[in-house]
């Protein structure tokens, strides 16, 4: 399914912001040189995401199992309160950082299936404190470092969820294959253009809101008997929604792509 929305970034131009969970990639293909992937032409290349199948769960031979996946982190705080300013102290230990996903699967003659869901959550990072020999910044360079050594970047902070439901009906010759992901989250976002200019602080503002709902079919016919039939249809819609934080104002932007 086709996914390319356009972000504006102000004078900087736009930019094509695709969502997907790295936990629920099975598989990437990249196209290198003019292109025609799924429903879209690039002159310099493509990228395809593969989602989860059963093969990426089971081993050869297994007819149903399932994988968890888990890790932590350091280095981030809380997402403090709209307009804050003033950066919190760097986490002694664990920061407020978690991912964690879950996918089981099913595999028989006939069908086969797989369902998952993925969490990430993360608050701001914070700064690195060592700098090269010679480099001093003060409260003054705002157009040097917007974030002094060691303090917290505020709008790096993340809240994500994923789920995918895939399934599958295979005959000698047929098969057909459903699938549903979505994609929603809540991530620290600023207009690059503020940064690059100084013209605005380094301060939390209301986090990007983002929700994907994605639906495939793949039909596919190899009749056995005649090698010059090889039918392969394929039918998708990518439902974007989102309330993107553009410097001082809120913006609501919405894509629907079908092919």
């Keep these: ?10 004078y900087i131009g736009n930019r094509d912001e695709p969502y997907i969970d790295p936990d629920m990639v099975g598989g990437i293909d990249i196209s290198k040189g003019p292109s025609d992937g799924v429903g879209v032409g690039g002159i310099g290349g493509s990228i395809g995401f593969r989602t989860l199948d059963a093969g990426d769960i089971l081993r050869p031979g ?5 994988r968890v996946k888990a890790s932590t982190g350091t280095n981030t705080s809380s997402v403090p309160d709209e307009g ?10 664990l920061g407020e950082t978690f991912s ?3 996918a089981t699967a099913v595999r028989q003659d006939n069908y086969e299936g797989v369902i998952a869901y ?3 959550k993360q608050g701001n990072y914070f700064a690195g404190t060592k700098l090269p020999d010679g480099l001093v910044v003060t409260s003054t360079q705002s157009n040097l470092a917007q974030v002094q050594p060691g303090g917290e970047v505020f709008n790096t902070s993340e809240d994500t969820d994923s789920f995918l439901a895939k399934g599958k009906l295979k005959g000698e010759e047929q ?5 549903y992901l979505y994609y929603g989250s809540a ?9 690059t200019t100084g013209i605005s602080p380094n301060t939390q503002y209301e986090p990007t809101n983002t929700r994907v709902d994605t639906y495939t079919a793949k039909y596919r016919y190899t009749p056995t008997d005649n090698p010059f039939v090889n039918v392969r249809a394929n039918l998708w819609m990518s ?5 993107r934080f553009l410097g001082t104002f809120v913006t609501p932007y919405g894509t629907r792509e079908v092919g």
């Design 239 to 243: 439902d974007l929604f989102s309330d």
């Design 175 to 179: 098969s057909l294959e459903l699938s």
């Design 84 to 93: 804050t300013s003033v950066s919190a102290e760097r986490p002694s230990f």
């Design 1 to 10: 399914a086709r996914q390319s929305p356009s972000s504006y970034r102000g």
């Design 118 to 120: 993925s969490k990430r």
């Design 187 to 195: 991530a620290g976002q600023i207009n690059d253009l503020w940064l």
């Design 100 to 102: 964690g996903s879950f």
């Design 62 to 66: 297994e007819a149903k199992g399932s």
